[in-house]
Every structure is written in structure tokens, then in C-alpha cells.
């Protein structure tokens, strides 16, 4: 494991965190774009929820092009309904006409998984991963499958998850007006607080952007967390990619999840490493 040892406090609680947590850890956490603390940054692993960053980004490349507006409605029909995570299977009848705005809000904000359709209905799978692809991206990739606009959420490593989030945080990824679209649902109050953004005033979760993903497989669960954490100014300062498999407890999504409370811990160490 490598470490930033300026950052000894960060790197303490790291390791007491994981190893309480169990399983194994995959992360990479910069200042500044100088790293503060990495392992195995470099592992392929299945991103579940957390991989709906690369879609939206696909999307609103597309966007940016002129391919697809923000404006644009494209019909919720029932038989695109997924359950799990997400507003749009709470409905009970359906057959709205919604904004992509729309769709990429409930992707992000509330992790929906029928607007992770929905985005397979604008941008193809293979078009996604050719995006991806030319922006840089090796190893993020949907999984395509026989429908050309259905596919799996697929894998990414936790380094290009935080390349990723760099590059938006720096505007080098998408059009400003992309950009501050993205940024503004990831640090929304209305979003995910069950991890980094636990211990936190409503003040300091504005200053993070932060996106959740969770699942298991093979009776191990995942849980995954990254992000951008911002300084008083409105600057990007850190940004994490906090990725955790094989671990225990595979049914609790909630805020009691072992790696899920390793997160929660260091949420106050990460704002404070942006703050000074």
C-alpha cells in the first residue's frame, strides 16, 4: 500500500477503517492532484451504481455534440420500469414524457435504474464505450448486450473513476454548462449521505460531490463510494475513489454496512484535507 506520509492522520484512520470493514480495498485519494493515499488503484472491478458517472458523461458528450438535448422527452413506457434504487419504479402508472435533464437528475441524484434505460435509449451501448474510449478510458466500459440500447453497468478501475471526476472537476471533460449540470446534482442536498457525506453540516455536504454504488455477487457484497471534495472557496481539492469487494453483510445497503461506516469515517478527514 502506497501512502502519503505528510497525510498520517488520513492514512491511520484509512487502515483502521478498512481493516474493521474487512474485505479488500481499492483506493486512490489526491490533493490537489498529488497523491495522499493509494492501493491497488489499478483493479478491474465491477463499478455497479458508481459506473452511472460514465454514462451520464457519455450522454452529455452526446449533448455537448448536439446529438441529444437536454430538453429532449423521451417516453417512461411500464415495460422500462425497473425496480431497486430510483423514483421512476415508485410511480404505479407511467407512460410519462420526460427531459433528459430529467432522466440524467434521477440517474445521479437518486441512482435510478430506469434511467439507466433511458440513457441506453440516447446513447447506444457501444457508442457509450466509444465515448468512453476516446476520452481515455481503457478499462470503463459498459457491458452491451443482444439490444443494442440495453446494457449492464460493467467495470472500471477505481483510478479512472477518479481520473474521471478530475477531468469534471477541472472542466476538461465536458462543455462548462456540462459540467455545472453534473457537479450541481453530485453535490445536491437531496443526494446520498449515508456515506462520506454522513458526519457532516448541510453546509460541508454542499461542498461534496459524491456517488454511490452497491451490489453483490457471488456471495460477496461491494461497496463503493468517490468523488470531489470542494474547499470554501468553490475550488475542486480532493477527490477520492473509495472501492471495496469482497466483503460480508450482502443484504444491508444502509448506513450500517461495515465499509459503508469505513466511509462515513472518513468523510470528516477528507473535508478537512480540502480545508487547509
Not at 492522520?9 to 483502521?16: A, I, K, S, V
Not at 417512461?76 to 432522466?103: C, F, H, K, M
Not at 460493467?154 to 455545472?180: F, I, M, N
Not at 453530485?186 to 446520498?192: D, E, N, T, V
Request: proline share 4%; hydrophobic share 45%; net charge negative.
Amino acid at each position: 500500500m502506497s501512502t502519503g506520509a505528510q497525510w498520517p492522520d488520513l492514512t491511520t484512520l484509512y487502515r483502521e477503517a478498512a481493516g474493521a470493514a474487512g474485505g479488500r480495498w481499492h483506493v486512490l485519494v489526491t490533493r490537489h492532484g498529488t497523491p495522499v493515499l493509494e492501493e491497488d488503484a489499478d483493479a478491474v472491478l465491477h463499478a455497479y451504481s458508481v459506473q452511472k458517472l460514465a454514462v451520464a458523461v457519455a450522454v452529455l458528450d452526446a449533448v455537448d455534440r448536439g446529438v441529444v438535448a437536454l430538453d429532449h422527452r423521451i417516453c417512461v413506457p411500464p415495460e422500462i420500469v425497473l425496480p431497486g434504487s430510483g423514483i421512476y419504479a415508485l410511480q404505479t402508472v407511467w407512460g410519462d414524457r420526460v427531459t433528459v435533464a430529467n432522466v440524467l437528475t434521477a440517474l445521479l441524484l437518486v441512482s435510478d435504474n430506469t434511467a439507466v434505460r433511458l440513457c441506453g435509449e440516447l446513447v447506444p451501448a457501444r457508442e457509450i464505450n466509444e465515448i468512453l474510449a476516446a476520452k481515455g478510458f481503457a478499462r470503463t466500459r459498459v457491458e452491451p448486450v443482444d439490444n443494442p440500447h440495453r446494457f449492464f453497468l460493467g467495470v472500471t478501475t477505481p483510478r479512472e473513476t477518479h481520473d474521471l471526476l478530475t477531468r469534471l472537476a477541472a472542466g476538461t471533460l465536458l462543455s462548462a454548462d456540462s459540467t455545472a449540470f453534473v457537479l450541481g446534482v453530485l453535490r445536491a442536498l437531496s443526494g446520498y449521505h449515508d456515506g462520506v457525506r454522513r458526519v457532516m453540516s448541510s453546509q460541508d455536504r454542499a461542498r461534496v460531490a459524491s456517488k454511490y454504488g452497491a451490489d453483490w455477487q457471488d456471495g460477496f457484497a461491494s461497496r463503493h463510494e468517490a468523488g470531489v471534495v470542494f474547499d470554501r472557496d468553490g475550488r475542486p481539492a480532493v477527490v477520492f475513489a473509495l472501492f471495496a469487494d469482497r466483503l460480508g453483510d450482502v443484504l444491508n445497503y444502509g448506513s450500517t454496512h461495515p465499509a459503508v461506516q469505513a466511509h462515513a469515517l472518513l468523510g470528516p478527514a477528507l473535508l478537512s484535507l480540502a480545508t487547509t
